[in-house]
């Protein structure tokens, strides 16, 4: 599975962006995406995810700003981030994962994008 992500850039902080992640190189349901952002100075941060039955999950830090949405046919996830703040600064990542394992949990995806750029000015 090729990822590509695409959507970041310079934003003023309460401003949004919708980030986006195209997948190819596979059919079907075969892989669950989900986003990671690496904000310097903290570890890698699972931030939203597809689970296998089809919901989505948010870390707790992030589930009032960040929204998922899917465009099934491209296979493209959309990950909306409302209300920027200048610690949302970062490299945000999408990565794909096999059907189980605990999807905010960087171990369990096999494949990863290069990521796009997200800065958030105060």
């Known amino acids: 599975v090729h990822l590509v992500e695409s959507g970041g850039g310079p934003v003023t902080a309460g401003g949004s962006l919708r980030l986006s992640c195209a997948a190819s190189?596979?059919?079907?349901?075969?892989?669950?995406m989900g986003w990671f952002r690496q904000v310097e100075g903290k570890e890698g941060e699972g931030v939203a995810c597809l689970v296998a039955n089809g919901a989505y999950r948010y870390a707790d830090s992030v589930k009032d700003r960040f929204t998922l949405s899917e465009d099934d046919a491209e296979k493209i996830l959309y990950l909306q981030i409302d209300d920027l703040k200048p610690e949302d600064t970062g490299l945000y990542y999408c990565a794909a994962r096999f059907k189980y394992g605990d999807c905010l949990q960087p171990a369990v995806y096999v494949n990863w994008g290069q990521g796009t750029e997200v800065t958030v000015s105060s």
């Open positions: 190189g596979y059919s079907g349901r075969e892989y669950y």
